[in-house]
């Protein structure tokens, strides 16, 4: 009877989704938040099943596929610099800064490189939404921070790649680092090749009528790729990426789009559940003020970094805090990074719930910063103002 | 006139800012959705003074009108309708022909058949609209208009032999 049970869980688990997004919709909250509370709530009456798990697994694998299907390769291209400098700055202002953390809290170096991953990653699907909803799309600041996230989308995917790598040699050491390298870089040049060097044939293959057999030689693309990045012992959503990555230059574009986001969008929700029910109450009291403590440290070095590269590329000061106000929010990559590893079995349990807590608290009120960027820009500038006129004067 | 500044908002769409001669700023952003964004920022702000959101359908004709090709579609449409059932017809009054040598209003034209003459063209003058006490002569042409009915009204009950290419 588990499958029955656990189909009745599922149903259950999705009528929750709804009611809970329905709420989060109507305040503007982002969804992936509320999913993961969700989980969390939902994890008091039935635990995760196989088949919640399958799913997860499936959730992650779309969700990169997507990210890879939707990724502007031709922007990357054309603003190279641009993103360049500013992805470095704001990798520069955080990234050791969350290995800092790692260390202060005693982990190991990989989980201290997990760590980094986790509170360097801006979440992508919240900031571009709030963007949008917010009515800033032509502000200065916007293509900025969209220059970061596309940075930051990138160098997560690539480290992704490595850090289920590393993990799945064992340990850092030279010869595995080297290894994993070596895996990633000759896995990515062999998309990047195909890509490069197929255009014409792939166009070709996947350009069919048939409804039902363009799903599924896409999804046969999609697992298969991820399937061989976990044969190889990278994880299997870098396969899933490169392969969206791969399929984002073909006319069908925009048809697999189409096709795919049901499936992602059902099974992305359940990985959130997921995540949500396997992060546990009694370690979460501890977990609080940890979490509390890197997010209120994590949002100044974000904020600082995004309104550094707001001054360096000559944005108003206004303009300046509103770019750094608008990356606080942390969401999807940080939550498969750090449940992409903890599935092996080295993790200690803490990083999860620790990431459960952090990105609860960035995604929302990381996304109300946003909205209410007028007000910190009226302390922490407009007061400030008046001020540097005094002491300019006499 | 300044240029027109692109720029790529990744995940969203394409900017096009227009610095206009007043110093404020016109910035467009176009969504992969198809939907249009009109911003307006005012001089030296950096936030819009005014936010305008248009469909692609709505965009294509405010585009229109801005750049004075604009038309309204449905009046084309209803022309086109009326050219559907309305003709015009050239036709050359034949020295044998029963509309030869008579003035217009005792060939009670329109009563009988339907038809409008509209035109004379007599050798090298041209008479729109003419007079009911015009009296058409042979070797002129007439135009007429009408329906697809009452131009065959009009060929069989004047018996008319010649029609004209257009």
């Not at chain 1, 700055?89 to 790692?102: C, E, Q, R, S, V």
């Not at chain 1, 073909?250 to 992060?279: D, L, Y």
């Amino acid at each position: 009877m588990i499958v029955n049970e656990s189909v009745l869980s599922l149903g259950i688990s999705l009528l929750a989704l709804f009611i809970a997004g329905l709420l989060a919709t109507k305040i503007n909250q982002s969804l992936t938040a509320v999913f993961i509370v969700v989980g969390m709530i939902l994890q008091n009456f039935f635990p995760v099943t196989i088949i919640t798990e399958f799913i997860a697994t499936l959730g992650i694998i779309f969700m990169l596929f997507m990210f890879g299907l939707e990724f502007s390769v031709g922007s990357l291209v054309n603003n190279q610099r641009k993103i360049f400098y500013s992805g470095i700055y704001d990798l520069l202002f955080n990234f050791p800064l969350g290995l800092f953390l790692g260390w202060l809290l005693g982990y190991d170096f990989i989980h201290a490189l997990l760590l980094a991953g986790i509170i360097y990653v801006t979440s992508s699907v919240i900031v571009a939404k709030s963007i949008i909803d917010l009515k800033r799309s032509a502000n200065p600041e916007t293509e900025y921070i969209l220059n970061v996230l596309i940075f930051e989308d990138m160098f997560i995917a690539s480290f992704l790649a490595f850090i289920v790598g590393i993990t799945n040699y064992g340990h850092i050491d030279a010869k595995g680092t080297f290894l994993v390298i070596l895996k990633t870089s000759a896995f990515f040049a062999f998309f990047i090749v195909l890509a490069k060097t197929s255009k014409k044939f792939i166009n070709k293959i996947i350009d069919i009528e048939h409804t039902e057999l363009f799903v599924i030689l896409i999804l046969s693309i999609i697992v298969l790729s991820a399937g061989a990045a976990s044969y190889i012992g990278l994880s299997e959503a870098i396969g899933a990426f490169l392969a969206g990555l791969l399929l984002s230059e073909t006319k069908q574009r925009h048809r697999i789009s189409e096709a795919i986001k049901p499936f992602q969008q059902f099974s992305t929700a359940i990985f959130f559940v997921a995540f949500g029910m396997s992060i546990d109450y009694k370690h979460l009291g501890g977990m609080v003020p940890m979490g509390i403590f890197i997010f209120i440290v994590t949002s100044f070095s974000k904020v600082y970094g995004g309104y550094f590269i707001g001054r360096k590329y000559a944005l108003s000061k206004r303009a300046g805090l509103r770019l750094g106000l608008s990356l606080i929010p942390r969401g999807e990559f940080s939550i498969i990074l750090a449940g992409a590893v903890s599935m092996s079995a080295s993790t200690p349990y803490s990083i999860k719930s620790l990431t459960g807590v952090y990105v609860l608290l960035s995604a929302i009120i990381g996304s109300i910063v946003m909205k209410e960027s007028d007000w910190f820009i009226k302390r922490l500038i407009e007061r400030k103002a008046p001020k540097t006129l005094q002491t300019k004067n006499p | 006139m300044s240029a027109i500044k692109e720029c790529d908002l990744p995940g969203i769409g394409k900017k096009f800012t227009l610095e206009l001669d007043s110093g404020d700023k016109l910035v467009v952003v176009i969504h992969f959705s198809g939907e249009r964004e009109v911003f307006k920022f005012t001089k030296d702000n950096d936030e819009p003074s005014s936010v305008t959101t248009l469909t692609d359908e709505e965009a294509h004709q405010i585009g229109a009108i801005l750049s004075g090709t604009y038309f309204q579609p449905v009046m084309e449409d209803e022309q086109k309708l009326m050219m559907k059932n309305v003709t015009m017809e050239w036709i050359k009054i034949t020295d044998d022909s029963s509309l030869a040598n008579k003035k217009l209003e005792e060939l009670n034209i329109r009563k009988i058949t339907g038809v409008s003459i509209t035109t004379i063209i007599r050798g090298e003058t041209v008479i729109p609209n003419p007079r009911s006490s015009e009296v058409l002569q042979p070797q002129d042409t007439v135009i007429i208009i009408g329906n697809n009915e009452q131009i065959k009204n009009f060929i069989s009950a004047f018996e008319i032999k010649q029609r004209l290419e257009k």
